[in-house]
């Protein structure tokens, strides 16, 4: 439910738009009957407020304010009810409403907002419960479902067709500090337990962003995972709106790390379950996690799909043993990581310190060490090429299994 579907409702339907026609496809959570600003605070965002201006009267200045409060803590939109006190909207809240693409809808004296409240609210239920619906047949895809000619008749029906080209990006989130909760500036502290469920707020974020870009794209859930279903168009750059989707959400979200991993292209609805493994598969074998930003493309993983394609794993197993040697003991375990977290930083003794909290002195030890048991010099290229490959190797063998 965004701000444009609700003109179409009953009762909201008398709501006349005057301000911020750009911003109609922010999306509507709740609506909410608010008067004064200073519980703008207990809002959570993307709830459409409605006011009578009680508290504001018709002053100019104090319902900007309320309109810059509200844009501030996320609302989707601004409805003015007129009445005597307020008898028509000031053109200054217009000006700033429309300066700002933040939708102002103007209802009549005589709307009854008890039944405004009721209509849109059993619509949002009613497309929920549609998406809940629709998360669920994705998912049962995913697990192996047998396909039957009804569930045909559902993907259809929300889009998903064999007769489109898709790709499937698999999008994590990682907490940079151990214990870390995410929350909304300014949050008040009774949503601190709403921080769990980080990976919904996060889907609803790329979502709304989206939806200012023009895109109405298929996303979904499931435990740490964020899926999302995009059409492959000739015209479009994946690229440039999924970087630009994963910094927006960086820079609201600033104490998290965001990974995405991208599945080849695909038509045939039955092999969205594939799809998603290679997605998974992809952000398991990234050599970008140390990335506060990062977007892999299983296209691009040349190793990882020639190691898919040996048909036994022992041969796997015997090559990176033999270059790896002492480095796979118990033991050695420590000088494992830090080779293996070496590589991903480029061989950059610096990143890696850093990524690994070591002193300079100890990491250079540490890698002396290495190319002691392995008789080889990660400043050779030939030597390092071989090395990087056993540890892609023996990293791909592990994710497995």
Partial sequence: ???RDILTLQYANQFRLRAGDKGLGNEI???HF????EYIDWLRGSELIITTGLCTGSNPEALCKMAEKLMEKGASGFVVTLNKDLPEIPEKLIAYCNSMDFPLYEAPYSTRIVDVSKSICTSI???QKRSDERESLLLELIHGVRLSDKRLQKLNAIGFTSDKTW???CIQIHFQEKGQKITEPDTPFYHEKLSDDYVIRVKKFIQR???R???TEILFTEEENIFWLTEELPDSNLSDYLNDALYNVKVSYPGIAIHAGVSGTFSDVKNLRTAVNHAIDTLRMSNQKHEKISVCYYDDMLEFRLFRSVSSSKTLEEMSSRMLKELLLPENSELLTTLTVYLDCDCSAKRTAEAMFLHSNTLHYRIHKIENILH???KKNEDLFSVMLAVRMYNYLQNQS
């Fill in 167 to 169: 790709r499937l990006i």
């Fill in 213 to 215: 870009k023009g895109r």
């Fill in 209 to 211: 962003f989206l939806q």
């Fill in 29 to 31: 959570s709740w609506v």
């Fill in 34 to 37: 608010l008067e004064s600003v």
């Fill in 125 to 127: 239920v009613h497309q």
């Fill in 1 to 3: 439910m965004n701000c």
């Fill in 376 to 378: 080889r010099s990660l």
